[in-house]
C-alpha cells in the first residue's frame, strides 16, 4: 500500500510502498476513505521545534475516515463495514498492563500519526482499545475527516463559557480558526472577528462566508486598536488558533479586564506577556487541549447536521503520490485544508 512517511529529522516526507498492516485477535483494520492534513502535520512536515520527540520513520495522519475492513476475533466494538472515525489516541492491547486490564498503565501507549503509524495511508490498523465512532448515515467521509479537530475546537470554546450577546475575535483563519468562527457564532455571541496575515486573504473570506460578522488583515491594520474601536473595552474572549506565539500577547491586549484568552494553537516557541496587566486586570490566559468520546459525538452531530459546514474550507483533495504538493500547498497558504484519498 502507498503511505505518506516522516523518515528523517528534517522537513519534508516520503511515499512508501509498504505492506497492508498485519492484524492480531486485537486489531481493527481501516480502509482509510479520507484523511484531513492537520497543523500539526504540516509543523511535522515542516520540522519545527516541539516534535523532536517523534519516533521516525512514523506513517502521519490523524484525522481520518473509513470502513472497517478486517476485525479481531477479540473485538467486540466494531463489525466489518461499519463506516466510522476514531480518536487517535489509543493503548496498546498487547503490553503486560493491556493484558490484565489496566489500558491506563499501558507502556506503549499509541498515537496515530505521531507516536505510531496513522492514516495518511491505504490502510490503518487500530488496537481492540481505539474509541471508534460510527459514522451517521448521511455524513459524508470527507466531513467525517474532520471530527478531531472540530473536538478541539468543542473544548476550546467550553473553556471558553460564552454567553449569548457577547463579543468574541479568533486570531488565525486556518481550519481550527475556521471551525472555531462556526462554533462561537453557533454560541449566539453579538460580534465576532477573525484576525490574519496578508497572506491569508482567501481562508479570511472563507471565514466570511462561515459567519465572521469582520476579518482583519494584521499586517493593514492593528488588531489591538481595531478591538478597542469596536468594543471600546476589549472583547469578551479571545481564541488563538494561529500557532504564532507572538499573537498570545496581541490576545491579551484585545480582551477586556476580566476576560478570557484561550490557547488552542501549538507554539513552536515560547511568548512574552506582560503579568501585570494580566494580574491587574484580572483577565485569564487558559489553554485547551484534547477531548472526550462526549466531545465527539457532539462534533459528529454538528457535522451531521450542517450546523458546522466544511465544505468551503477542504479546499484541495489529492492521492497519496502527491503529499509533498499538498503540504505545499499548506505551507503557502494556497490551501486551507487539504484531503487525501487513498
Not at 483494520?29 to 492534513?37: C, E, H, M, P
Not at 493491556?98 to 490498523?125: K, M, N, W
Not at 471558553?160 to 468562527?181: E, K, W, Y
Not at 486598536?225 to 468594543?231: G, H, Q, V
Request: proline residues 6%.
Amino acid at each position: 500500500m502507498k503511505a505518506i512517511v516522516k523518515t528523517k529529522k528534517e522537513p519534508g516526507v516520503e511515499v512508501q510502498d509498504i505492506p497492508v498492516p498485519e492484524v492480531t485477535d486485537t486489531d481493527i483494520l481501516v480502509k482509510v476513505k479520507a484523511a484531513s492534513v492537520c497543523g500539526s502535520d504540516v509543523h511535522v512536515f515542516e520540522w519545527t521545534p516541539s516534535y523532536e520527540w517523534m519516533p521516525l520513520p512514523v506513517i502521519l495522519g490523524h484525522e481520518f475516515s473509513g470502513e472497517v475492513v478486517t476485525v479481531g476475533s477479540k473485538v467486540k466494538t466494531v463489525a466489518v463495514g461499519d463506516r466510522i472515525t476514531a480518536m487517535p489516541g489509543m493503548s496498546c492491547s498487547r503490553c503486560a498492563y493491556c493484558q490484565v486490564g489496566r489500558p491506563d498503565l499501558c507502556t506503549h501507549r499509541i498515537s496515530l500519526g505521531l507516536a505510531g503509524d496513522g492514516a495518511f495511508a491505504e490502510y490503518v490498523r487500530l488496537t481492540a482499545a481505539a474509541t471508534t465512532f460510527k459514522l451517521p448515515p448521511t455524513l459524508s467521509y470527507e466531513a467525517a475527516s474532520l471530527t478531531e479537530p472540530l473536538s478541539v475546537v468543542l473544548r476550546a470554546v467550553d473553556l471558553a463559557t460564552l454567553r449569548v450577546g457577547q463579543t468574541a475575535a479568533v486570531l488565525g483563519p486556518g481550519p481550527i480558526g475556521l471551525l472555531t468562527t462556526q462554533i462561537v457564532k453557533l454560541s449566539g455571541v453579538s460580534l465576532l472577528i477573525i484576525a490574519g496575515a496578508g497572506v491569508d486573504t482567501k481562508r479570511l473570506a472563507i471565514a466570511r462566508e462561515l459567519g465572521a460578522d469582520l476579518t482583519i488583515d494584521v499586517t493593514k491594520d492593528d488588531p489591538v486598536k481595531k478591538a478597542m474601536e469596536l468594543t471600546r473595552n476589549g472583547f469578551d474572549v479571545v481564541l488563538e488558533a494561529s500557532g504564532n506565539p507572538k499573537s498570545i500577547p496581541q490576545a491579551l491586549a484585545m480582551v477586556k479586564p476580566g476576560g478570557k484568552v484561550i490557547l488552542i494553537g501549538i507554539h513552536p516557541a515560547s511568548a512574552e506577556i506582560q503579568t501585570t496587566d494580566l494580574v491587574r486586570r484580572s483577565k485569564s490566559v487558559i489553554g485547551a487541549y484534547g477531548y472526550d468520546a462526549d466531545i465527539w459525538k457532539r462534533a459528529l452531530t454538528l457535522l451531521d447536521s450542517g450546523k458546522v459546514r466544511t465544505e468551503p474550507m477542504i479546499t484541495h483533495r489529492l492521492p497519496l503520490s502527491e503529499a509533498n504538493h499538498g503540504f505545499e500547498l499548506l505551507v503557502n497558504r494556497e490551501a486551507t485544508k487539504v484531503i487525501f484519498t487513498p
